[in-house]
């Protein structure tokens, strides 16, 4: 490029004046030329205006398919140009092949170009043709004609042209490099959102990259979402982070577990009451669903509820409309419905047991939670998380305590690892967790259970809050003892999760 323009420097010398100024014009649009398209529209005016043509078009090369396109063409009236069969394409490939310009006058006596019925059509002239390089290839031509009452196009306009090719080629080069910078850092900054690890969401492995991704997705929509997976496998976790990273995150999200709670008491949870609607109902009660105006109600367990619920969670989906318990008042309810449940919901529709209307509904966007044992690459930094956050920062856990963890196969998911973590920051007195610590349960069957009566209570317990998820009232219920007592309990345990 250098030495082209060394070559046409002599030239500037002699530039005429309309040819100073129409390089004045172009060092102007050089300053601030930013986008192909300007460029090549100035450039284009600045040909026919030049030599006075009647015409102009700028035409894309595409050398690997051979194809041509017009980017931008103009009348001298200034009306755009957009088929290229009203030129001469004769004088297109000559320049491709050539690479410089190159000048026809009389076109129709021309034995190579007058063969061309667009030639004959226009009865053209004079014809000019500039080519626009990138990287040594032709990247454009700039075609311009006219036709026979007008003045022909002289060997100094190609000479300046020539000159003038080699200035728009090094400008577009820049704005072409601009353009492809930009359109990689949209790239990667997308990327990088979408790679990025949700905070509460620990996993580097590549089914946890996989599910980020598919979360912060679907958090830009206002899909309901459906998320399945085994019990502990952090269903809630993702059904929080996707309201967090939803344009409703200012707003409430309210969640409510479904499983094994009597229908009654579910329903005046999840839609509130009126007034005298059952005994006991001493004041009209605001409803969970309303309460989470304009922000996101998670369903945990949602396989767990009956029939006559499934009617009213359907209408809430499809019409957006809460009604109270013994009320007539029809509210509108603008949440956000995200659900889980650990069953194959669609077995249950097959069975009749879950409606299939409302499994459609559900199931517009479903995400599935993976089980630990299908990322077992994550619990390492899963278990020295979870130890940190017991309380011991300084903890270190040795190679053979790692290789147990990862050798299991984790029936609980990450609830039970963060159970056992626990069990082994008690039993370990310095700062190590050892194999030793690391207590697994072969079987889920406490029939099984090696332990002391203490540890069996400790034991039942986990489970029992496990199966309510963690909800002490029910716990407190199936045990038959106080919630004071659970508290207790799980204090006695250092519980602090
Ligand atoms: N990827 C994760 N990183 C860190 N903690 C997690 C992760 N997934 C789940 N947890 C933790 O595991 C426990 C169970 O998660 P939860 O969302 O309640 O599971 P599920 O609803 O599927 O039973 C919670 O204490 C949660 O904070
Ligand atoms: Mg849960």
Request: proline share 3%.
């Amino acid at each position: 490029m250098k030495n082209l323009l060394t070559e046409n420097i002599s030239h500037v010398k002699n530039l005429s004046r309309e040819e100073f100024e129409a390089l004045y014009e172009f060092t102007q649009i050089l300053n601030s030329a930013t986008q192909q398209e300007s460029l090549i529209e100035d450039t284009i005016d600045i040909v026919i205006k030049l030599i006075n043509a009647e015409r102009g078009i700028f035409v894309k090369y595409d050398e690997p398919t051979n194809n041509f396109s017009i980017i931008t063409g103009r009348k001298i009236s200034s009306e755009n140009i957009t088929d290229l069969g009203e030129f001469s394409s004769g004088i297109l490939q000559k320049v491709i092949k050539e690479k410089k310009p190159l000048l026809y006058h009389d076109v129709m006596s021309d034995p190579h170009l007058s063969q061309f019925e667009s030639v004959q059509i226009h009865r053209i002239k004079s014809v000019i043709g500039v080519p626009i390089n990138r990287n040594g290839k032709v990247w454009g031509v700039i075609i311009a004609d006219s036709t026979l009452d007008r003045r022909e196009f002289t060997e100094e306009n190609l000479v300046f042209l020539n000159f003038f090719s080699n200035l728009v080629s090094l400008a577009l080069d820049k704005i072409l490099k601009l353009e492809e910078l930009e359109k990689e850092n949209i790239i990667l900054t997308n990327k990088l959102q979408s790679t990025e690890e949700i905070p509460e969401m620990i996993g580097t492995s590549h089914v946890m990259r996989n599910l980020s991704q598919l979360i912060y997705k679907v958090a830009q929509t206002d899909a309901t979402v459906l998320i399945v997976g085994e019990s502990g496998t952090g269903k809630e976790v993702a059904a929080k982070a996707i309201h967090q990273l939803s344009k409703r995150k200012g707003k409430p999200f309210l969640a409510q577990f479904c499983g094994s709670i009597p229908d009654n008491l579910l329903e005046s949870e999840l839609f509130g009451y009126k007034k005298g609607a059952f005994t006991g109902a001493n004041a009209d009660k605001q409803g969970l669903i309303e309460a989470a105006e304009g922000g996101t109600f998670f369903l945990d367990e949602i396989g767990d509820i009956s029939n006559a619920l499934q009617a009213k969670l359907l209408r809430v989906l499809e019409s957006k409309e809460i009604i109270r318990l013994g009320d007539t008042k029809v509210k509108k309810a603008d949440v956000r419905i995200i659900a889980a449940t650990n069953k194959d919901l669609h077995s249950l529709t097959k069975e009749g047991q879950f409606r299939e209307d409302l499994f459609y509904r559900l199931n517009v966007f479903p995400i599935k939670m993976p089980p630990l044992r299908e990322r077992r690459e994550d619990i390492p930094v899963l278990a020295s998380f979870f130890a940190k956050k017991l309380g011991r920062k300084e903890i270190l856990i040795e190679p053979a305590a790692i290789k147990k963890l990862e050798n299991y196969y984790w029936p609980g998911n990450i609830r039970q690892l963060i159970n056992v973590i626990q069990r082994a920051l008690i039993l370990s007195d310095t700062n190590k967790i050892s194999s030793e610590h690391i207590i697994l349960e072969d079987s889920r069957d406490l029939a099984d259970f090696k332990g002391s009566l203490h540890e069996f209570e400790m034991l039942l317990l986990k489970k029992r809050l496990d199966e309510f998820n963690g909800n002490r009232t029910l716990t407190a219920k199936s045990l038959d003892v106080s919630v004071r007592w659970i508290q207790l309990k799980l204090k006695e345990m250092g519980e602090n999760l």
